[in-house]
């Protein structure tokens, strides 16, 4: 069947009309992913409309639904953590998006699939969209996310595409105070050293991981002992002599610095 011929609502229907079927509930999530760029930069006024469409028509019970019924097929996984990601966007609906069970689902998908760097992968880029106030990050963190992706980064070290984004999810999952030792306690500070070591020469994910650090530095003198003790402020350090021309690199390695020393 050509999902391209029917509406978004439409395909909602579809999936919800063969719910136990999971070569539907997987293709249907691919092409309900395919109506919005993944990079937002390229989100234009007409993607917008067609993701309050698909938001308005029950899209994001239909994919929490197919994630949940179908946590064994990875590709429903794959693709149903991108349709939520992009559903993330729309920022007005974020908190009712998690109370639907988007972060449950999410979980369920890393802790089921945590051989799959893909399905890790994903899910931690949907994370880093969801995680944008503290009571997400809170529900977040108690629903085991800062573990989930912990776990996934000490089992794909050499992953860069999943570094750069548990770096980047890190940073959001990290405001808080409480999360901040949490993340602590399970070796967080650790595990983004040596991500910045081991992949030096990619800028993007140094420049997430001075965010994280930055983060988890501020205000906590217990936390910048630690992660001094790791070597955090050398790599920062090592990273500006090494990426000269970047300009935003330089300016969250500043941030983080800033934050060691305060």
């Known amino acids: 069947i050509d999902l391209g011929l029917f509406t978004e609502t439409e395909v909602v229907k579809y999936m919800e009309d063969h719910i136990n079927v999971s070569q539907v509930q997987w293709k249907?999530?691919?092409?309900?992913?395919?109506?919005?760029?993944?990079?937002?930069r390229l989100v234009t006024l007409e993607h917008r409309e067609?993701?309050?469409r698909l938001i308005d028509g029950g899209g994001p019970n239909?994919?929490?639904?197919?994630?949940?019924?179908?946590?064994?097929?990875e590709f429903v996984q794959i693709e149903g953590c991108v349709v939520i990601l992009h559903m993330a966007r729309n920022l007005s609906f974020l908190q009712q998006l998690v109370e639907l069970g988007?972060?449950?689902?999410?979980?369920?998908?890393m802790d089921y699939h945590k051989d799959n760097r893909v399905v890790q992968e994903q899910a931690f880029s949907t994370i880093w969209t969801l995680s944008l106030t503290d009571e997400i990050e809170r529900t977040l963190m108690k629903l085991g996310a800062g573990k989930r992706l912990l776990l996934a980064m000490a089992k794909f070290p050499n992953y860069e595409p999943l570094q750069y984004r548990g770096c980047g999810a890190l940073h959001c999952l990290g405001y808080s105070h409480d999360s901040k030792v949490k993340l602590m306690r399970m070796n967080c500070?650790?595990?983004?050293?040596?991500?910045?070591?081991?992949?030096?020469?990619s800028a993007r994910l140094l420049n997430q991981a001075c965010r994280s650090l930055g983060n988890l530095v501020f205000n906590s003198e217990e936390n910048g002992r630690k992660l001094i003790s790791y070597g955090a402020?050398?790599?920062?350090?090592?990273?500006?002599?090494?990426?000269?021309?970047?300009?935003?690199?330089?300016?969250?390695?500043?941030?983080?610095?800033?934050?060691?020393?305060?």
Do not use: W
């Open 28 to 40: 249907a999530c691919q092409y309900l992913g395919s109506l919005e760029p993944s990079s937002k």
């Open 50 to 52: 067609l993701r309050r």
């Open 62 to 73: 239909a994919v929490i639904n197919a994630m949940t019924n179908h946590l064994g097929n």
């Open 102 to 109: 988007a972060g449950r689902v999410l979980i369920q998908a």
């Open 189 to 201: 500070g650790s595990l983004i050293v040596k991500a910045m070591q081991r992949h030096r020469q």
């Open 233 to 262: 402020v050398d790599r920062i350090l090592l990273s500006m002599e090494e990426h000269p021309t970047d300009v935003e690199l330089h300016v969250r390695a500043c941030g983080a610095l800033r934050n060691f020393s305060s």
